[in-house]
């Protein structure tokens, strides 16, 4: 039995489609998956300045760990201001690390409870290790 032909799904292209979905000359020009590049905030041109003056304030290496792979510009305060004293550099590991402490914390004061410590991240750059 063969499927119904619909529409391509590029607005304004006639051409009929088995199924649905985008013809052949559309297909190519589409991402299968296409989603916003920041999820929760809306972080535009005044962000990627502030952290490409922020990575290069900190010698384009992760403030905690000295990574130079995966930078991210970081809100110290995630609730501060969009200021260069409130941004940090971080690789992608310690950004996911701070990301989910600070997501507990913020969990466990709408709960009324004390945080979980023993989340600890990398070492700061130059601190000490006790072994």
Do not use: I, W
Not at 67 to 91: E, F, I
Not at 101 to 115: E, L, M, W
């Amino acid at each position: 039995m063969q499927r119904a032909r619909r529409p391509c799904t590029e607005p304004g292209c006639p051409t009929l489609v088995e199924g649905g979905g985008y013809c052949a000359r559309h297909a190519r020009t589409r991402e299968p998956f296409a989603r916003r590049r920041t999820p929760k905030r809306d972080y535009g041109a005044r962000h990627r300045q502030l952290a490409a003056v922020a990575r290069e304030r900190d010698g384009g290496r992760c403030v905690r760990c000295g990574s130079t792979d995966g930078l991210a510009g970081d809100h110290v305060d995630r609730l501060g201001p969009d200021a260069l004293a409130n941004y940090q550099t971080l690789c992608r590991r310690c950004h996911a690390l701070k990301t989910g402490r600070s997501g507990a914390r913020a969990r466990a004061a709408r709960a009324g409870r004390k945080s979980t410590s023993g989340l600890e991240g990398p070492p700061q750059v130059g601190a000490s290790r006790s072994v």
